[in-house]
């Protein structure tokens, strides 16, 4: 098959805060995503869309699907970009739906669908304004995050919070910095997991990944930061986390941990892949943080493959198992 590999590349920008590209992929990433679908024999054409028009290259290189890890260029809806030309040009693509992928950037909002669902997620309140008074029903420690972001951006050991003056000093700086809603949730402690599950043709739910903080106390980063996702594995900065995976569960709580997952990826209606983050509480509640549709695919530093290589897979399958339910789904393959 053709194929086009939409994304958007890695640059700074100096009048933007350090993690406003960290969403964005290397071109490591890219090649290596490149790679592995030439090796499945697909003819691979990289189309970068933060300075392409989709219309114009696609009216004049017409593909038989998309491979997209692209997270869109701005907005609040901006993961959902490139499926949306891509929906209206009736060109196939790997991943989640517009609606998925929407829904899914909108930490509130997917905390209202869970909690119609049943699936258990930390309490929350959201700030449109620093000036709304605190729920009296949540208790400390609180978390800050920005409400539309991905990749822990606007997240550091400064956003979990012990009392009401350091809480809005945070989300004042996340409404002022992000532009955007401030999402106020109950910091759960306990260990973080993390869950990859694979649509191809059947549904498979990855070995959980346990991210142990416990090497990086030096740096008060104890959880999945900005910092410790952007600089993982940097000794000097003390970002140097312990992954198990398997995690180190019991069946019981392992079972409970990938059943939550996998509602949580119906729930939300995804498509081939997704990543969604746990935290276990002290009763082994699997508590959901968020998840993520469109997982990171650098073949060295992300989660998925991580977990995909620990179920036995290369990385060459993984892109092209991906590549394979999104062309049985739209038809492409019998």
């Known amino acids: 098959m053709k194929v086009a590999l939409t994304y958007n590349l890695k640059k700074e920008e100096s009048d933007k805060p350090a993690d406003f590209c960290s969403e964005f992929d290397k071109e490591e990433t890219v090649q290596a995503i490149a790679g592995a679908l030439r090796s499945k024999g697909h003819s691979v054409d990289l189309v970068e869309v933060s ?71 930390p309490d929350y309140q959201l700030f449109r304004q620093a000036e709304t008074k605190l729920n009296p029903g949540l208790k400390f420690p609180l978390i800050v995050k920005p409400n539309r972001e991905g990749s822990a951006k606007g997240i550091n050991f400064n956003n979990v919070v012990f009392n009401k003056e350091r809480l809005y000093e945070e989300i004042n700086k996340v409404i002022n910095v992000y532009q955007q809603e401030a999402l106020v949730e109950e910091f759960i402690e306990g260990r973080e997991l993390t869950v990859g599950i694979l649509e191809n043709g059947k549904t498979t739910i990855f070995p959980i990944l346990e991210i142990d903080f416990s090497t990086c106390l030096e740096s008060q980063e104890y959880f999945y930061s900005w910092r410790m996702k952007e600089f993982q594995g940097n000794v000097d900065l003390g970002l140097t986390p312990t992954f198990h995976c398997p995690a180190r569960l019991d069946k019981e709580i392992e079972n409970r941990v990938k059943e939550t997952a996998l509602r949580t990826h119906h729930a939300i209606g995804c498509f081939d892949i997704s990543r969604t983050d746990i935290r276990l509480d002290k009763d082994n509640i699997p508590y959901v943080l968020e998840i993520n549709p469109l ?5 060295v530093e992300s989660n998925f493959p991580m977990m995909a290589k620990a179920a036995g897979m290369k990385y060459e399958d993984l892109v092209g198992a991906i590549l394979m339910s999104a062309s049985g789904r739209r038809g492409l393959i019998g």
């Open 51 to 121: 300075s392409c028009n989709l219309f114009h290259h696609f009216h004049r290189n017409p593909v038989d699907i998309v491979f997209n890890i692209a997270e869109g260029k701005s907005g609040r809806c901006r993961e959902s970009h490139i499926p949306a030309i891509l929906d209206l040009l009736n060109i196939p693509y790997t991943g989640s739906n517009t609606f998925a992928l929407a829904l899914a950037l909108d930490k509130t909002l997917t905390k209202k669908v869970l909690i119609s669902e049943g699936i258990p997620t």
């Open 295 to 299: 997982p990171g695919l650098d073949p």
